[in-house]
């Protein structure tokens, strides 16, 4: 038994386009690789956000995709880590499926905020070494400010961001 050519992530889905879907997952992965994302994670992200559930499996994914099985495990593996992704396991089952959840740009970003703590931290102690006078230490004393404003305008960001996000979608 022969089949067709594999449809992308959302492609199957009741009243889709598949060129138009696999158009969308693919520009929209090629914007967040010019963003700095790496290909493959990208792929990955746009297929699930693509797919009405925001859930596949590895085989599906790999199938739509056109990739193999590893590729699709070491791009879920860098969501996850990103806080992009999540793993669940299918009931009664041994597979895993990949959900993308609709506060995932909250998570990554939080995420983030992790990240510009221990930049700061850094810094701080780059300035002690090298001397808040001195030209490096300068270079370093505007570079910490930068990242605190930063920092605290993430935080009140979010917290805005989590206000109109009950306000527009409800509790979520």
Known sequence: ???????????????????????????FAAQLVEAGMQRMPARVFAALLASDSGSMTSAELGESLRVS???????VRYLSQQHMVSRER???????RYRVHSNQWY?????????????????SEG????????????????TLAFFEFVDGEIAAMMERWRLHREDRFGQG
């Open 90 to 96: 299918e009931p009664g089952s041994r597979r895993e």
């Open 107 to 123: 998570e990554a970003l939080t995420n983030r905020e992790a990240i510009i703590k221990r930049w700061e931290s850094a810094l």
């Open 69 to 75: 099985p590893a590729a699709v495990s070491g791009a």
């Open 127 to 142: 300035v002690a070494s090298l001397g808040a006078d001195t030209p490096a230490g300068r270079r370093m004393v505007e």
């Open 1 to 27: 038994m022969t089949t067709g050519p594999a449809q992308p992530a959302g492609a199957a889905e009741p009243g889709r386009d598949p060129g138009a879907v696999s158009k969308f997952v693919e520009g």
